[in-house]
């Protein structure tokens, strides 16, 4: 028996050796290294699933059917004769669509993510591998906001059709591409929402409809802001008002201070994330 | 560093609390290097809660656990790169094909591509399930299943093994399989398997903690309590061919025995009794019986079942938990 002897090569499950993959391992990879490996590990795991549900295949299904006849829709108006050659009205009714489509879209994306780990309790052999709360909370979002990006860039197909097909000059291509960085950046908000809420809940629905009304409130903040008069409303709401704030990505403004605000703001739902996650430790 | 070398496991006074049931009660026990430790009890008496408390996946609301050396609390990373973990009724990606997953798990557990593929198949040989290795894990019995969980549990060669009710649900031939497999791991690796059976107990493991209703009530080493002759335990008497009051009275008067009972017809008495501490009572018994010409059938020890001790140890806790019963939580 070799008792004590392991070499790189033979270590791991040979005779004799009482376990030093984690020894051996240390010295090979550094820590940066590993914590890459893993969170990549989490990440693809969770993308894959995601392709490989029949949730991904529904939504894609229903996005493309509603931004393919509001693209119909726009394009048909926009071919009328007599129509004046806009583009800030015809994009800004593209990105409005797409807007409220977020307000389904990412509840549907996020819901089953933490949701369904509590479920059916594969939470537990995630939590006592050696990967953090932060990368386990950090792969979910990044999986989310990769479905999210691959579900959207088909339909900036649409947007190019109608700028190169404007008559008698393409417009410019500030507001398109401004555009969808505004959805990016939004989109990476209202997924953090839809992470928090799966990981506060078992039951999927719930998540669902918990980030749907959050997200659908938040949207219709300026509707709220201009129905009711207290003056004291309109300036206290300002910075919740996100119709404003993302038509100026529709305009072509690529305000650094939206991309902040909806940076910080996705970081705080991850923290968040984490937070309830060890509350559920604590709890159980 | 703060490694020691021994025990493997230790747990000093160890107490979780949910809201309404204190679930872990003080629990002290540890576990040294290369013990098959069977973690024993009824449903419901803590074994999951300590299991998952080890494994660094719930906290503990008091008390300190080290696992390899390492303070389960403060170095829960360590700990968790050197235990192997399967929950009970092993919770797996079902979606996933089998060594898809185990190589996921292998990543995530630091192993480099190399070493991954190389454990991945050992594993596989070692659980039993090569053949089934490009199966969608949903399609899986829950025999193999189990397996899945097994194996990743042991893909990253770690020296300690927490398992929660391995083998529940299977058949009896996988419950076989598996209990061969859990044999083979030691002594190179440290078992600590939670069961509510018996039996299983005395099949695989060498060492046992039973714990009741949160508390440690009892605890020892199973090679002493199931072999041989155990000289502080009663010994039991077959006797045939004579008088049973001449033999009751006859045994009595031997050095060191105390009450003799009787049991068994009067044509085929056993006779049990206690003797003093230490002393190997046989020989003096057979001489007797020469001596009086009656015929000696049977002349054991009747060492305590584990099952007599467990029951034992739960009942007495059962009466001491009610007496203490209005403490609250």
């Not at chain 1, 969770?46 to 299904?61: G, R």
């Amino acid at each position: 028996m070799r008792e004590g002897e392991t070499s790189p090569e033979e270590g791991a499950l040979a005779p004799g050796s009482a376990g030093s993959v984690a020894e051996a391992d240390a010295s090979r990879s550094s820590p940066v290294r590993l914590w890459f490996r893993a969170t990549g590990a989490l990440v693809g795991r969770e993308l894959a699933a995601y392709f490989k549900s029949t949730m991904a295949y529904i939504i894609m299904f229903f996005f493309y059917l509603v931004t393919g006849l509001v693209f119909l829709n726009v394009f048909e108006i926009l071919s009328r004769p007599g129509t004046p050659p806009t583009e800030f009205p015809m994009l800004n009714w593209f990105m409005f669509t797409l807007f409220f489509a977020l307000t389904v879209i990412v509840p549907a994306i996020t819901m089953r993510l933490f949701s369904d780990e509590l479920k059916t309790r594969t939470l537990e052999p995630l939590c006592t591998a050696p990967v953090t709360d932060f990368q386990i909370v950090i792969s979910k979002y990044l999986a989310a906001l990769g479905f999210y990006v691959v579900l959207l860039a088909p339909t900036f197909l649409y947007a190019v059709i109608l700028y190169s097909t404007a008559k008698p000059h393409p417009p410019d291509r500030g507001p398109m591409v401004a555009g969808y960085l505004g959805l990016f950046f939004l989109g990476s908000y209202f997924l953090s929402i839809g992470i928090f809420a799966s990981a506060c809940t078992k039951n999927q629905i719930v998540a669902f409809i918990g980030t749907f009304m959050a997200i659908l409130v938040l949207q219709l903040v300026y509707v709220f802001r201009r129905l009711i008069s207290l003056p004291w409303w309109k300036e206290f709401l300002e910075p919740f008002d996100f119709f404003e704030n993302f038509m100026d990505f529709g305009r072509g403004v690529v305000d650094t201070r939206h991309i902040v605000y909806y940076l910080a703001m996705s970081a705080l739902f991850l923290f968040l994330t984490v937070g309830v996650l060890g509350v559920r430790k604590w709890r159980l | 560093m703060e490694e020691t070398s021994s025990p493997m496991i230790r747990v000093e006074n160890l107490t979780r609390r949910f809201p309404g049931v204190t679930a872990v009660d003080g629990a002290d026990f540890h576990v040294e290097k290369g013990w098959i430790l069977g973690f024993l009890g009824p449903n419901g008496a803590g074994k999951t809660t300590t299991l998952r408390i080890l494994s660094g996946y719930m906290p503990a609301t008091s008390g300190t656990v080290s696992v390899a050396g390492f303070d389960v609390h403060r170095r829960s990373l360590e700990v968790r790169r050197r235990i192997g973990y399967l929950p009970e009724n092993a919770p797996l990606y079902g979606e996933m094909r089998v060594e898809e997953y185990l190589r996921y798990r292998a990543k995530l557990k630091g192993l480099g591509r190399r070493e991954a593929r190389r454990n991945l198949d050992r594993v596989l040989e070692r659980v039993r399930i090569t053949d089934h290795r490009r199966r969608i894990i949903n399609q899986l019995s829950k025999g193999y299943r189990q397996r899945v969980g097994l194996a990743d549990a042991l893909i990253h060669d770690p020296p300690v093994l927490l398992l929660d009710e391995p083998t529940s649900g299977l058949d009896p031939n996988q419950i076989r399989e598996m209990r061969s497999a859990l044999t083979e791991l030691a002594p190179r690796k440290t078992l600590v398997i939670s069961t509510h059976i018996l039996p299983e107990v005395e099949a695989v493991c060498d060492h046992v903690v039973v714990i009741h209703q949160g508390r440690i009530v009892m605890q020892g080493d199973l090679t002493s309590l199931k072999t041989g002759f155990d000289a502080s335990a009663p010994v039991v008497v077959e006797a045939r061919g004579g008088a049973v009051d001449e033999m009751r009275s006859a045994l009595s008067a031997l050095p060191g025995v105390r009450a003799v009972d009787l049991k068994g017809p009067p044509d085929a008495p056993v006779f049990e009794f206690e003797t003093d501490a230490g002393g190997d009572i046989r020989e003096a018994v057979f001489r007797l019986f020469a001596d009086r010409g009656w015929t000696l059938v049977g002349l054991t020890s009747r060492a305590p079942t584990l099952e007599e001790m467990f029951w034992k140890a739960t009942a007495g806790a059962d009466v001491e938990a009610s007496a203490r019963g209005g403490r609250g939580n």
